[in-house]
């Protein structure tokens, strides 16, 4: 079988297959100077009929038969340990591996394409580190769709992911400062900068800024809201909190908001007026209520709309008792008052103006609630979402959003939780479910992904993996992704700061990766509190007494 490919598969020599074989795993016997240069996650090599195939080690295993797990004699011990004694420690010391075959060379180097082995890789064979050219060809391809965001580790070769394939999503995951942020910032620089990409972040925690973009290439909105004019009925009805019993409230809200759209489409109010009005509709038809005043339709609602805005709906007002007029009230005034920051009339209804194609967009979502920023994420997600099908399926009736956009969700366990409503959850599971084919990727952040959504996670089809520790949330990313075994799982734990186990379609095999640092800091960095203290101490002269260090 030719493959007409010429550079070497083999690097240096670092074992030999032992025990027995499988087409997907072998198990490796290291040569003693092999350790440091081989490690887990490494690419090694070895033949199968003359073509090249490539593994990944996915464990290492070290021993000395003489200090078995079940030695009890300390004298022994102590006697095997000593200076003179090590040479015969060195000689027995054994490193065994674990190893799973992945795709012979030629085709992930010539086609991109995995081809697994399905005949065992043979005992007795030698093992090698996959040279340097090989990987090089297999992580950095050419071609304009594959972006550098670090280097594989150990094996000095920078390492590309396929932008195009994050239309199948992708999940970031670590403990907390484990380089999620970081990651997000050179995602987002590099394709923004590089390709014009279109990204909004939805930035929980007012992190990002503008990503040291610039106002060319970035859009900060911060805090980011939606403007009143824009709401849907059920996100104004998520934003007061309204309890699906209370269906007369609904229907007044619903007659309401339907006569202030309509005077806002025929331009009788402004953005600005609308909750202003409904308002001062909902207190008028209140006074007259309890005024007993007589009203020519007996309907306050219908009344007071007439009467304030000139306009109302080709239906006939809901009638209701006075303490549903007053609860609708209610509601509105501490929309008014809590949300005051969610929703702003001053923010633009047209999408290609808030999300502006071939930029970052940075929606700043630290200074709302839980639900405030659940509606504002959401709102966003569906006008895009809606935007992309109607533009690939050249639907004309309603908004169009005419390039491709990454979404990429912040606190991901918060807006789209196991178990828990949100809105978000719904627009995001669809965006998961149907973006790839309208160009709308999901990207979710998460230190707590045993919290998340296992529909969402599982449609993610990319992970970036950095340093997690406990069990119970590998666990739970494994029941989501084929690819993460158990063995390779167990690196998670003992990854570095920026050190990320990737997978999925967006990288032709699994890699070990330090991801670069971000050319601009996002607000991720420990805060010295003990020299902050100090400041305050030296500032005001503080006594501490006896504890002074
Ligand atoms: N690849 C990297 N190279 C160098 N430094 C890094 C890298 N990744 C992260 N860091 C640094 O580590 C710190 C924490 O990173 P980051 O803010 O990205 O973590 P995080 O996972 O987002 O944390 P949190 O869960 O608190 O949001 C930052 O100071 C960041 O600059
Ligand atoms: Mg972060």
Partial sequence: MSSGYEPSCAGDMVGWIIGESTSSHSTILFSPGS????????HVVTYLDGRCVLGVVESIRSGVPLLSADVKDTHSVERLVRDDMEWILDRSRYHHGSVRWVSYVDSLVERGAVDSPKIPPQPANNVFLAGKEVLRRIFSPPGESW????????????YKIDVNRLGRHLAILAVTGGGKSNTVCVLTRRMVSSLGATVVIFDRHGEYSDL???????????????????LSFGELIQLMDLPGSASVQRRIIRWLWTGMMEAYRRRVLGARDVLERAVEVLETAVDKMISGEKTSSKNPLEDAMKKIVGIAPDYKAPTAKLDQFLGVLDKFNDLLEYYRFAIN???????ESIVPPGKATIMDLSMLDDIAADAVVSHYLRRLLRGRINAVKGIQAGEIYRYPVLFVIEEAHILIPKDEHRLTKVWASRVAREG?????????????????????????????????VEPQD???????????????????????????????????IPAVVKIDKCETETGGADIDM????????????????????
């Fill in 436 to 468: 790839r084919k309208f160009g709308a990727g999901l990207v979710i952040v998460s230190q707590r992904p045993k919290r998340l959504d296992p529909d969402v996670l599982s449609q993610t089809n990319n992970k970036i993996i950095l340093k997690i």
């Fill in 212 to 230: 040291g973009l610039g106002v060319e290439r970035a859009k900060l909105w911060r805090p980011a809201a939606v403007n009143p004019v824009s």
């Fill in 345 to 351: 009339p001053d923010m633009p209804t047209d999408i």
């Fill in 35 to 42: 350790i440091g240069s081989v490690m887990v996650g490494s």
């Fill in 147 to 158: 972006m550098e965001i670090g280097s594989v580790l150990g094996g000095g070769v920078r």
């Fill in 530 to 549: 003990v020299a902050e203290w100090r400041q305050l101490r030296e500032g005001e002269e503080v006594d501490l007494g006896e504890y002074a260090l």
């Fill in 474 to 508: 590998i666990r739970y990313v494994q029941s989501a992704s084929e690819e993460l075994s158990e063995d390779l799982a167990s690196i998670l734990p003992s990854l570095n700061t920026g050190e990320a186990l990737i997978m999925g379609s967006m990288t032709r």
